[in-house]
Protein backbone atom coordinates (compact mmCIF):
# COMPACT_ATOMS: atom_id res chain seq x y z
CA UNK A 1 0.00 0.00 0.00
CA UNK A 2 1.48 3.19 -1.00
CA UNK A 3 1.99 6.16 1.69
CA UNK A 4 -0.41 9.43 1.68
CA UNK A 5 1.22 12.15 0.39
CA UNK A 6 0.46 15.12 2.58
CA UNK A 7 -0.80 18.47 0.63
CA UNK A 8 -2.29 21.97 2.51
CA UNK A 9 -4.19 21.27 -0.84
CA UNK A 10 -6.05 18.23 0.00
CA UNK A 11 -6.44 18.71 3.34
CA UNK A 12 -10.20 18.08 4.42
CA UNK A 13 -9.61 19.86 8.38
CA UNK A 14 -7.94 22.72 6.25
CA UNK A 15 -10.21 23.02 4.36
CA UNK A 16 -13.07 23.60 6.49
CA UNK A 17 -10.75 25.70 8.66
CA UNK A 18 -10.12 28.01 5.27
CA UNK A 19 -13.74 28.10 4.12
CA UNK A 20 -15.15 29.17 8.04
CA UNK A 21 -12.30 31.84 8.20
CA UNK A 22 -13.76 33.04 4.89
CA UNK A 23 -17.03 32.91 5.70
CA UNK A 24 -16.59 35.14 8.86
CA UNK A 25 -14.11 37.71 6.66
CA UNK A 26 -16.63 37.94 3.93
CA UNK A 27 -18.73 40.15 5.01
CA UNK A 28 -16.44 41.93 7.16
CA UNK A 29 -12.94 42.98 7.24
CA UNK A 30 -12.75 41.49 3.28
CA UNK A 31 -15.22 44.00 2.65
CA UNK A 32 -13.44 46.58 4.75
CA UNK A 33 -10.97 46.52 2.56
CA UNK A 34 -13.06 46.29 -1.02
CA UNK A 35 -14.84 49.37 0.52
CA UNK A 36 -11.98 50.82 1.13
CA UNK A 37 -10.35 51.06 -1.65
CA UNK A 38 -13.54 51.83 -4.11
CA UNK A 39 -14.00 55.00 -1.94
CA UNK A 40 -10.26 55.90 -2.84
CA UNK A 41 -10.55 55.13 -6.38
CA UNK A 42 -13.71 56.63 -6.40
CA UNK A 43 -12.20 59.74 -5.17
CA UNK A 44 -9.48 60.16 -7.47
CA UNK A 45 -11.76 59.41 -10.27
CA UNK A 46 -11.66 62.50 -12.52
CA UNK A 47 -14.57 61.14 -15.10
CA UNK A 48 -17.30 61.32 -12.15
CA UNK A 49 -19.47 64.66 -11.75
CA UNK A 50 -19.48 65.93 -8.68
CA UNK A 51 -23.29 64.57 -7.58
CA UNK A 52 -22.33 61.38 -9.38
CA UNK A 53 -19.40 61.10 -7.07
CA UNK A 54 -21.15 62.24 -3.77
CA UNK A 55 -23.86 59.99 -4.21
CA UNK A 56 -21.26 57.04 -4.61
CA UNK A 57 -19.48 58.03 -2.29
CA UNK A 58 -22.60 57.99 0.29
CA UNK A 59 -23.33 54.33 -0.82
CA UNK A 60 -19.84 53.14 -0.19
CA UNK A 61 -19.42 54.81 3.58
CA UNK A 62 -23.01 53.23 4.54
CA UNK A 63 -21.51 49.82 3.48
CA UNK A 64 -18.33 50.47 5.09
CA UNK A 65 -20.36 50.79 8.45
CA UNK A 66 -22.23 47.91 8.02
CA UNK A 67 -19.18 45.86 7.06
CA UNK A 68 -16.85 47.52 9.80
CA UNK A 69 -19.86 46.86 12.37
CA UNK A 70 -19.98 42.99 10.98
CA UNK A 71 -15.96 42.78 11.20
CA UNK A 72 -16.20 43.70 14.71
CA UNK A 73 -18.90 41.49 15.69
CA UNK A 74 -16.99 38.81 13.88
CA UNK A 75 -13.41 39.55 15.26
CA UNK A 76 -12.71 37.22 18.20
CA UNK A 77 -14.14 34.20 16.68
CA UNK A 78 -12.13 35.07 13.79
CA UNK A 79 -8.96 35.58 16.10
CA UNK A 80 -9.76 32.37 17.54
CA UNK A 81 -10.31 30.44 14.60
CA UNK A 82 -7.82 31.89 12.41
CA UNK A 83 -5.51 31.19 15.52
CA UNK A 84 -6.72 27.77 15.92
CA UNK A 85 -5.81 27.47 11.94
CA UNK A 86 -2.01 28.64 11.99
CA UNK A 87 -1.27 26.10 14.82
CA UNK A 88 -3.05 23.11 12.62
CA UNK A 89 -0.71 24.24 9.76
CA UNK A 90 2.42 24.30 11.61
CA UNK A 91 1.81 20.65 12.27
CA UNK A 92 0.52 19.83 9.16
CA UNK A 93 3.49 21.90 7.31
CA UNK A 94 6.49 20.09 9.60
CA UNK A 95 4.57 16.72 8.15
CA UNK A 96 4.75 17.75 4.62
CA UNK A 97 8.48 19.22 5.20
CA UNK A 98 9.79 16.26 6.66
CA UNK A 99 7.95 13.94 4.14
CA UNK A 100 9.13 16.03 1.12
CA UNK A 101 12.67 15.99 2.50
CA UNK A 102 12.83 12.67 2.85
CA UNK A 103 11.10 11.75 -0.92
CA UNK A 104 13.69 14.47 -2.18
CA UNK A 105 16.14 13.07 -0.61
CA UNK A 106 15.66 9.47 -2.13
CA UNK A 107 15.45 11.28 -5.41
CA UNK A 108 18.84 12.89 -4.83
CA UNK A 109 20.42 9.34 -3.69
CA UNK A 110 19.10 7.84 -6.64
CA UNK A 111 20.76 10.36 -8.83
CA UNK A 112 24.06 10.14 -7.34
CA UNK A 113 24.08 6.51 -8.09
CA UNK A 114 23.05 7.30 -11.71
CA UNK A 115 25.78 9.90 -12.38
CA UNK A 116 28.30 7.20 -11.03
CA UNK A 117 27.05 4.75 -12.97
CA UNK A 118 27.01 6.83 -16.15
CA UNK A 119 30.67 8.04 -15.48
CA UNK A 120 31.43 4.64 -15.59
CA UNK A 121 30.11 4.39 -18.61
CA UNK A 122 31.84 6.76 -20.01
CA UNK A 123 35.41 5.86 -18.48
CA UNK A 124 34.53 2.36 -20.29
CA UNK A 125 33.80 3.86 -23.68
CA UNK A 126 36.71 5.72 -23.40
CA UNK A 127 38.73 2.52 -23.13
CA UNK A 128 36.82 0.60 -25.74
CA UNK A 129 37.50 3.86 -27.87
CA UNK A 130 41.05 4.48 -27.23
CA UNK A 131 41.75 0.85 -27.88
CA UNK A 132 40.03 0.90 -31.23
CA UNK A 133 41.72 3.64 -32.25
CA UNK A 134 44.69 2.59 -31.59
CA UNK A 135 44.59 -0.62 -33.70
CA UNK A 136 43.27 1.55 -36.70
CA UNK A 137 45.91 4.64 -36.24
CA UNK A 138 49.56 5.07 -36.04
CA UNK A 139 51.80 8.10 -35.74
CA UNK A 140 50.32 12.28 -36.02
CA UNK A 141 47.03 10.10 -36.90
CA UNK A 142 46.65 8.43 -33.58
CA UNK A 143 47.03 11.42 -32.11
CA UNK A 144 44.31 13.87 -33.80
CA UNK A 145 42.34 10.65 -33.53
CA UNK A 146 42.99 9.95 -29.33
CA UNK A 147 42.25 13.91 -29.20
CA UNK A 148 39.05 13.88 -30.49
CA UNK A 149 37.72 10.84 -28.56
CA UNK A 150 39.72 12.56 -25.25
CA UNK A 151 37.26 15.38 -26.24
CA UNK A 152 34.19 13.18 -26.62
CA UNK A 153 34.12 11.85 -23.59
CA UNK A 154 35.10 15.23 -21.74
CA UNK A 155 31.43 16.25 -23.22
CA UNK A 156 29.97 13.24 -22.52
CA UNK A 157 31.33 14.05 -18.95
CA UNK A 158 29.95 17.72 -18.57
CA UNK A 159 26.73 16.37 -20.24
CA UNK A 160 26.49 14.07 -16.94
CA UNK A 161 27.54 16.86 -14.29
CA UNK A 162 25.39 19.16 -16.04
CA UNK A 163 22.05 16.87 -15.70
CA UNK A 164 22.87 16.04 -12.53
CA UNK A 165 23.47 19.27 -11.06
CA UNK A 166 20.48 20.44 -12.67
CA UNK A 167 18.44 17.56 -11.25
CA UNK A 168 19.96 17.71 -7.79
CA UNK A 169 18.74 21.85 -8.13
CA UNK A 170 15.33 20.55 -8.77
CA UNK A 171 15.01 18.11 -5.48
CA UNK A 172 16.64 21.37 -3.35
CA UNK A 173 14.24 23.41 -4.94
CA UNK A 174 11.30 21.35 -4.03
CA UNK A 175 12.14 21.11 -0.51
CA UNK A 176 12.75 24.71 0.01
CA UNK A 177 9.24 24.96 -1.89
CA UNK A 178 7.53 23.08 1.03
CA UNK A 179 8.89 25.57 3.71
CA UNK A 180 7.57 28.36 1.60
CA UNK A 181 4.04 26.84 1.09
CA UNK A 182 3.90 27.13 4.92
CA UNK A 183 5.07 29.91 5.47
CA UNK A 184 2.25 31.75 2.67
CA UNK A 185 -0.82 29.25 3.91
CA UNK A 186 -0.01 31.09 7.38
CA UNK A 187 0.09 34.51 5.91
CA UNK A 188 -3.11 33.72 3.47
CA UNK A 189 -4.80 32.06 6.99
CA UNK A 190 -3.76 35.63 8.46
CA UNK A 191 -5.51 37.73 5.85
CA UNK A 192 -2.27 38.61 4.24
CA UNK A 193 -0.24 39.41 7.46
CA UNK A 194 3.17 38.50 7.78
CA UNK A 195 5.23 37.48 11.28
CA UNK A 196 8.56 38.36 12.32
CA UNK A 197 9.87 35.62 13.23
CA UNK A 198 8.76 33.57 9.71
CA UNK A 199 9.84 36.29 7.73
CA UNK A 200 13.45 35.92 9.45
CA UNK A 201 13.19 32.06 9.44
CA UNK A 202 12.41 32.16 5.20
CA UNK A 203 15.38 35.09 5.03
CA UNK A 204 17.43 32.50 6.72
CA UNK A 205 16.37 29.34 4.91
CA UNK A 206 16.27 30.98 1.31
CA UNK A 207 19.86 32.42 2.31
CA UNK A 208 21.04 28.99 3.09
CA UNK A 209 19.64 27.47 -0.16
CA UNK A 210 21.14 30.41 -2.62
CA UNK A 211 24.24 30.19 -0.56
CA UNK A 212 27.60 29.53 -2.61
CA UNK A 213 30.63 29.83 -1.05
CA UNK A 214 32.96 30.96 -4.90
CA UNK A 215 30.11 33.63 -4.94
CA UNK A 216 30.26 34.26 -0.62
CA UNK A 217 33.72 34.70 -1.34
CA UNK A 218 33.38 37.12 -4.64
CA UNK A 219 30.87 38.92 -2.67
CA UNK A 220 32.87 38.95 0.60
CA UNK A 221 36.25 38.14 -0.20
CA UNK A 222 37.51 42.03 0.33
CA UNK A 223 35.82 42.48 3.35
CA UNK A 224 37.23 39.41 5.05
CA UNK A 225 41.30 40.51 4.25
CA UNK A 226 40.38 43.80 5.76
CA UNK A 227 39.08 42.40 8.76
CA UNK A 228 41.86 40.01 9.06
CA UNK A 229 44.00 42.90 8.55
CA UNK A 230 42.62 44.87 11.55
CA UNK A 231 42.76 41.43 13.56
CA UNK A 232 46.53 41.47 12.70
CA UNK A 233 47.24 45.12 13.36
CA UNK A 234 44.85 44.55 17.42
CA UNK A 235 47.74 41.86 18.03
CA UNK A 236 50.89 43.15 16.96
CA UNK A 237 49.66 46.80 18.25
CA UNK A 238 50.55 46.17 22.00
CA UNK A 239 53.51 43.68 21.08
CA UNK A 240 55.13 46.11 19.40
CA UNK A 241 54.08 48.72 22.14
CA UNK A 242 52.23 51.03 20.56
CA UNK A 243 49.54 50.45 23.01
CA UNK A 244 46.02 48.99 22.67
CA UNK A 245 44.21 49.34 19.35
CA UNK A 246 40.82 48.06 20.22
CA UNK A 247 40.01 50.80 23.05
CA UNK A 248 36.75 52.90 23.04
CA UNK A 249 38.72 56.21 23.05
CA UNK A 250 40.38 54.88 19.39
CA UNK A 251 37.05 53.64 18.11
CA UNK A 252 35.06 57.36 19.46
CA UNK A 253 38.20 59.09 17.15
CA UNK A 254 37.76 56.70 14.43
CA UNK A 255 34.04 57.68 14.03
CA UNK A 256 34.86 61.00 14.53
CA UNK A 257 37.45 61.28 11.69
CA UNK A 258 34.67 59.43 10.01
CA UNK A 259 31.69 61.48 10.41
CA UNK A 260 32.64 63.92 8.11
CA UNK A 261 34.39 62.19 5.48
CA UNK A 262 30.97 60.78 5.13
CA UNK A 263 29.01 63.79 3.65
CA UNK A 264 31.51 63.40 1.32
CA UNK A 265 30.46 59.85 0.73
CA UNK A 266 26.96 60.49 0.70
CA UNK A 267 26.81 62.77 -2.37
CA UNK A 268 29.25 61.41 -4.40
CA UNK A 269 27.51 57.76 -4.19
CA UNK A 270 24.22 59.22 -5.46
CA UNK A 271 26.86 59.84 -9.05
CA UNK A 272 28.19 56.71 -8.81
CA UNK A 273 25.16 55.04 -8.68
CA UNK A 274 24.24 56.86 -12.01
CA UNK A 275 27.69 55.20 -13.62
CA UNK A 276 29.52 58.50 -12.90
CA UNK A 277 32.21 60.11 -10.45
CA UNK A 278 33.04 63.23 -8.95
CA UNK A 279 36.97 64.64 -8.70
CA UNK A 280 35.45 68.03 -7.56
CA UNK A 281 34.90 66.96 -4.15
CA UNK A 282 38.08 68.21 -2.43
CA UNK A 283 37.74 71.71 -4.05
CA UNK A 284 34.07 71.95 -2.81
CA UNK A 285 35.05 71.06 0.73
CA UNK A 286 37.84 73.67 0.69
CA UNK A 287 35.40 76.19 -0.64
CA UNK A 288 32.64 75.63 2.20
CA UNK A 289 35.65 75.42 4.49
CA UNK A 290 36.80 78.73 3.93
CA UNK A 291 33.58 80.42 3.55
CA UNK A 292 32.94 78.97 7.17
CA UNK A 293 36.07 80.28 8.85
CA UNK A 294 36.05 83.50 7.27
CA UNK A 295 32.17 84.15 8.58
CA UNK A 296 32.86 82.50 11.81
CA UNK A 297 36.56 83.86 12.46
CA UNK A 298 36.69 85.36 16.12
CA UNK A 299 38.08 88.76 14.61
CA UNK A 300 39.06 90.66 11.56
CA UNK A 301 40.37 87.95 9.25
CA UNK A 302 44.21 88.04 7.98
CA UNK A 303 42.54 87.03 4.73
CA UNK A 304 41.31 89.40 1.39
CA UNK A 305 39.66 87.63 -0.65
CA UNK A 306 39.63 88.96 -4.08
CA UNK A 307 41.42 92.20 -2.40
CA UNK A 308 37.97 92.99 -0.41
CA UNK A 309 38.48 93.13 3.80
CA UNK A 310 39.43 92.66 5.78
CA UNK A 311 36.22 90.77 6.40
CA UNK A 312 34.88 91.15 10.60
CA UNK A 313 31.40 89.35 11.45
CA UNK A 314 32.10 89.54 14.88
CA UNK A 315 29.30 92.35 15.04
CA UNK A 316 26.56 89.90 13.97
CA UNK A 317 24.79 87.43 16.47
CA UNK A 318 26.76 84.54 16.36
CA UNK A 319 23.83 82.37 15.83
CA UNK A 320 23.39 83.94 12.40
CA UNK A 321 26.53 83.85 11.41
CA UNK A 322 26.25 80.04 12.06
CA UNK A 323 23.60 79.93 9.86
CA UNK A 324 25.05 82.24 7.42
CA UNK A 325 28.15 80.01 6.61
CA UNK A 326 26.17 76.84 6.66
CA UNK A 327 23.66 78.57 4.13
CA UNK A 328 26.43 80.02 1.80
CA UNK A 329 28.91 76.81 2.01
CA UNK A 330 25.64 74.30 0.87
CA UNK A 331 24.63 77.07 -1.71
CA UNK A 332 27.97 77.34 -3.32
CA UNK A 333 28.43 73.88 -3.29
CA UNK A 334 25.52 73.43 -4.66
CA UNK A 335 25.84 76.21 -7.19
CA UNK A 336 28.84 74.42 -8.53
CA UNK A 337 27.65 71.24 -8.61
CA UNK A 338 24.54 71.62 -10.42
CA UNK A 339 27.25 73.32 -12.92
CA UNK A 340 28.78 70.54 -13.65
CA UNK A 341 25.36 68.43 -13.94
CA UNK A 342 24.21 70.72 -16.52
CA UNK A 343 27.21 69.53 -18.77
CA UNK A 344 26.71 65.77 -18.00
CA UNK A 345 22.64 65.44 -17.64
CA UNK A 346 22.47 67.65 -20.92
CA UNK A 347 25.13 67.65 -23.18
CA UNK A 348 26.04 63.71 -22.28
CA UNK A 349 29.52 65.13 -20.70
CA UNK A 350 30.42 61.86 -18.51
CA UNK A 351 30.99 63.56 -15.15
CA UNK A 352 34.85 62.41 -14.69
CA UNK A 353 35.07 65.61 -17.40
CA UNK A 354 32.81 68.26 -16.03
CA UNK A 355 33.22 67.93 -12.36
CA UNK A 356 37.31 67.81 -13.14
CA UNK A 357 36.78 71.37 -15.04
CA UNK A 358 35.05 72.28 -12.11
CA UNK A 359 37.50 71.58 -9.56
CA UNK A 360 39.97 73.27 -11.30
CA UNK A 361 37.94 76.48 -11.79
CA UNK A 362 37.32 76.32 -7.84
CA UNK A 363 40.99 75.51 -7.52
CA UNK A 364 41.74 78.74 -9.16
CA UNK A 365 39.82 81.03 -7.76
CA UNK A 366 40.06 80.18 -4.21
CA UNK A 367 44.14 80.16 -4.65
CA UNK A 368 43.53 83.82 -6.50
CA UNK A 369 41.01 85.08 -4.18
CA UNK A 370 42.81 84.09 -0.72
CA UNK A 371 46.58 84.04 -1.94
CA UNK A 372 46.85 80.80 -0.35
CA UNK A 373 46.18 81.95 3.31
CA UNK A 374 44.59 79.99 5.61
CA UNK A 375 41.79 81.80 7.09
CA UNK A 376 42.66 80.78 10.96
CA UNK A 377 40.76 79.29 13.33
CA UNK A 378 36.73 79.68 14.25
CA UNK A 379 35.38 81.00 17.07
CA UNK A 380 36.72 78.73 20.63
CA UNK A 381 32.57 78.42 21.89
CA UNK A 382 30.98 78.00 18.79
CA UNK A 383 33.85 75.58 17.48
CA UNK A 384 33.36 73.41 20.86
CA UNK A 385 29.53 73.53 20.89
CA UNK A 386 29.45 72.04 17.58
CA UNK A 387 32.64 70.05 16.42
CA UNK A 388 33.90 69.05 20.40
CA UNK A 389 32.93 66.34 22.59
CA UNK A 390 30.70 65.33 25.07
CA UNK A 391 32.57 64.33 28.99
CA UNK A 392 31.06 60.57 29.51
CA UNK A 393 33.88 60.24 32.46
CA UNK A 394 36.02 57.17 33.50
CA UNK A 395 35.27 53.91 32.03
CA UNK A 396 37.65 51.43 33.41
CA UNK A 397 41.06 53.30 33.11
CA UNK A 398 39.77 55.41 30.02
CA UNK A 399 38.70 58.45 29.71
CA UNK A 400 36.04 58.71 27.49
CA UNK A 401 35.00 62.07 25.63
CA UNK A 402 32.02 61.37 22.87
CA UNK A 403 32.40 63.65 19.56
CA UNK A 404 29.46 65.67 19.17
CA UNK A 405 30.07 65.66 15.08
CA UNK A 406 28.69 61.66 15.38
CA UNK A 407 25.35 63.20 15.56
CA UNK A 408 24.89 65.19 12.00
CA UNK A 409 26.91 62.37 10.67
CA UNK A 410 24.03 59.81 11.82
CA UNK A 411 21.34 62.39 10.52
CA UNK A 412 22.73 62.41 7.10
CA UNK A 413 22.73 59.09 6.94
CA UNK A 414 19.30 58.49 7.82
CA UNK A 415 18.22 61.38 5.31
CA UNK A 416 20.53 59.47 2.55
CA UNK A 417 18.71 56.17 3.43
CA UNK A 418 14.97 57.58 3.23
CA UNK A 419 15.69 58.95 0.30
CA UNK A 420 17.43 56.42 -1.76
CA UNK A 421 15.08 53.34 -0.44
CA UNK A 422 11.42 55.22 0.62
CA UNK A 423 11.29 58.46 -2.38
CA UNK A 424 10.29 58.39 -5.88
CA UNK A 425 13.17 60.22 -6.51
CA UNK A 426 15.26 57.38 -5.06
CA UNK A 427 13.82 54.43 -7.02
CA UNK A 428 14.29 56.38 -10.32
CA UNK A 429 18.14 56.93 -9.19
CA UNK A 430 18.02 53.58 -9.45
CA UNK A 431 16.34 53.30 -12.76
CA UNK A 432 18.37 55.35 -14.31
CA UNK A 433 21.77 54.18 -13.10
CA UNK A 434 20.48 50.90 -14.08
CA UNK A 435 19.55 51.98 -17.68
CA UNK A 436 19.05 55.27 -18.67
CA UNK A 437 17.17 54.26 -22.12
CA UNK A 438 14.26 51.72 -20.45
CA UNK A 439 14.04 55.45 -17.94
CA UNK A 440 13.65 57.36 -20.40
CA UNK A 441 10.77 54.77 -22.36
CA UNK A 442 9.14 54.37 -18.82
CA UNK A 443 9.07 58.33 -18.38
CA UNK A 444 11.44 59.00 -16.09
CA UNK A 445 13.38 61.97 -17.16
CA UNK A 446 16.99 61.87 -17.10
CA UNK A 447 18.13 65.07 -17.33
CA UNK A 448 16.19 66.24 -14.41
CA UNK A 449 17.38 63.04 -12.29
CA UNK A 450 20.71 63.40 -13.06
CA UNK A 451 20.56 67.07 -12.21
CA UNK A 452 19.01 66.57 -8.76
CA UNK A 453 21.52 63.68 -7.79
CA UNK A 454 24.13 66.77 -8.41
CA UNK A 455 22.47 69.16 -6.69
CA UNK A 456 21.80 66.46 -3.64
CA UNK A 457 25.20 65.83 -3.87
CA UNK A 458 26.20 69.83 -3.61
CA UNK A 459 24.14 69.77 -0.59
CA UNK A 460 25.95 66.92 1.15
CA UNK A 461 29.62 68.51 0.26
CA UNK A 462 27.90 71.68 1.47
CA UNK A 463 27.63 70.53 5.24
CA UNK A 464 30.52 68.52 4.80
CA UNK A 465 32.81 71.32 4.27
CA UNK A 466 30.74 72.99 6.88
CA UNK A 467 31.69 70.53 9.51
CA UNK A 468 35.30 70.60 7.84
CA UNK A 469 36.23 73.83 9.19
CA UNK A 470 35.33 72.98 12.86
CA UNK A 471 38.45 70.32 12.28
CA UNK A 472 41.32 72.68 11.47
CA UNK A 473 42.73 76.06 9.68
CA UNK A 474 40.61 76.31 6.38
CA UNK A 475 42.85 77.16 3.18
CA UNK A 476 42.24 76.74 -0.58
CA UNK A 477 44.58 73.35 0.04
CA UNK A 478 42.05 71.63 2.38
CA UNK A 479 40.12 68.46 1.55
CA UNK A 480 43.18 67.35 -1.03
CA UNK A 481 42.62 64.21 -1.84
CA UNK A 482 39.28 63.98 -0.04
CA UNK A 483 37.88 62.50 -3.51
CA UNK A 484 39.65 59.58 -3.67
CA UNK A 485 38.73 58.48 -0.31
CA UNK A 486 35.23 59.39 -0.75
CA UNK A 487 35.34 57.24 -3.86
CA UNK A 488 36.92 54.85 -3.06
CA UNK A 489 34.78 54.40 0.58
CA UNK A 490 32.16 54.16 -1.99
CA UNK A 491 33.72 51.12 -4.45
CA UNK A 492 34.73 49.81 -1.36
CA UNK A 493 31.24 49.48 0.12
CA UNK A 494 29.57 48.11 -3.02
CA UNK A 495 28.11 50.84 -4.83
CA UNK A 496 28.83 49.92 -8.54
CA UNK A 497 30.72 51.77 -11.32
CA UNK A 498 28.53 50.48 -13.71
CA UNK A 499 25.54 51.94 -12.35
CA UNK A 500 22.18 50.92 -10.62
CA UNK A 501 23.86 48.15 -7.60
CA UNK A 502 24.77 50.02 -4.36
CA UNK A 503 23.48 50.93 -1.34
CA UNK A 504 23.72 53.93 1.55
CA UNK A 505 24.60 51.03 4.05
CA UNK A 506 27.34 49.86 1.18
CA UNK A 507 29.05 53.56 1.17
CA UNK A 508 28.70 54.07 5.48
CA UNK A 509 30.69 51.04 5.74
CA UNK A 510 32.95 51.81 2.88
CA UNK A 511 33.98 55.22 4.95
CA UNK A 512 34.87 53.45 8.26
CA UNK A 513 36.25 51.01 6.71
CA UNK A 514 39.04 52.87 4.96
CA UNK A 515 38.80 55.60 7.55
CA UNK A 516 39.78 52.54 10.45
CA UNK A 517 42.63 51.90 7.93
CA UNK A 518 43.95 55.03 7.81
CA UNK A 519 43.86 55.01 11.98
CA UNK A 520 45.31 51.77 12.21
CA UNK A 521 48.50 51.61 9.98
CA UNK A 522 48.96 55.96 11.57
CA UNK A 523 48.80 53.93 14.96
CA UNK A 524 51.59 51.31 14.13
CA UNK A 525 53.65 53.83 12.49
CA UNK A 526 53.32 52.64 9.13
CA UNK A 527 55.10 55.53 6.60
CA UNK A 528 52.35 57.68 4.55
CA UNK A 529 53.64 56.40 1.20
CA UNK A 530 53.05 53.11 1.88
CA UNK A 531 49.53 54.05 3.15
CA UNK A 532 49.32 55.08 -0.31
CA UNK A 533 50.43 52.20 -1.13
CA UNK A 534 47.90 50.04 0.51
CA UNK A 535 44.89 51.89 0.26
CA UNK A 536 45.63 51.51 -3.81
CA UNK A 537 45.81 47.64 -3.70
CA UNK A 538 42.48 47.73 -1.51
CA UNK A 539 40.78 50.01 -4.39
CA UNK A 540 41.95 48.20 -7.15
CA UNK A 541 40.97 45.00 -6.09
CA UNK A 542 37.26 46.44 -4.94
CA UNK A 543 36.96 47.33 -8.71
CA UNK A 544 38.07 44.09 -9.83
CA UNK A 545 35.87 42.73 -8.00
CA UNK A 546 32.81 44.71 -8.80
CA UNK A 547 33.94 44.04 -12.63
CA UNK A 548 34.01 40.50 -12.17
CA UNK A 549 30.42 40.62 -10.57
CA UNK A 550 29.51 42.57 -13.23
CA UNK A 551 30.50 40.33 -16.46
CA UNK A 552 29.07 37.14 -14.42
CA UNK A 553 25.35 39.50 -14.62
CA UNK A 554 25.80 39.91 -17.67
Given at each position: ?430 AVGGNAEAATVSGISVFKITMMVFVMAGIFYGCGAFLEAFRA ?82
Amino acid sequence: MEKEVLSFENDVKLADLTNRLNALRENGVNLVMDLEGRIAATKKNKLLHGDERAKMLEEFTAKLATAKSVAAQNSPEEKSLEKEAVAYVNQLGKKIEAQTIAAENEKIAKLKAEYSQRVEQCRKKLEENENSVKSKFSGSELEEELKTVRYEHKSALFDAKMHFDNEVARCQSAKNQAYIAHIQKNRSLRNGKSNFLENTSLAFRNYIYNFKLSKFFLDNGLYLAILVFFIVCVIIAPISGKGKLLSLPNIFTILEQSSVRMFYALGVAGLILLAGTDLSIGRMVALGSVVTGLILHPGVNIVKFFNMGPWDFTGLPMGFRVVMALVLSVTLCSAFAAFSGVFSARLKMHPFISTLATQLIIYGLLFFGTTGTPVGSIDSAVKDAIGGRWELGYIGTDYITFPKLIVPAVIAVIVAWFIWNKTIFGKNMYAVGGNAEAATVSGISVFKITMMVFVMAGIFYGCGAFLEAFRANASAGTGQGYEMDAIAACVVGGISFNGGIGKISGAVMGVIIFTSLTYCLTFLGIDTNLQFVIKGVIIIAAVALDSVKYLKRK
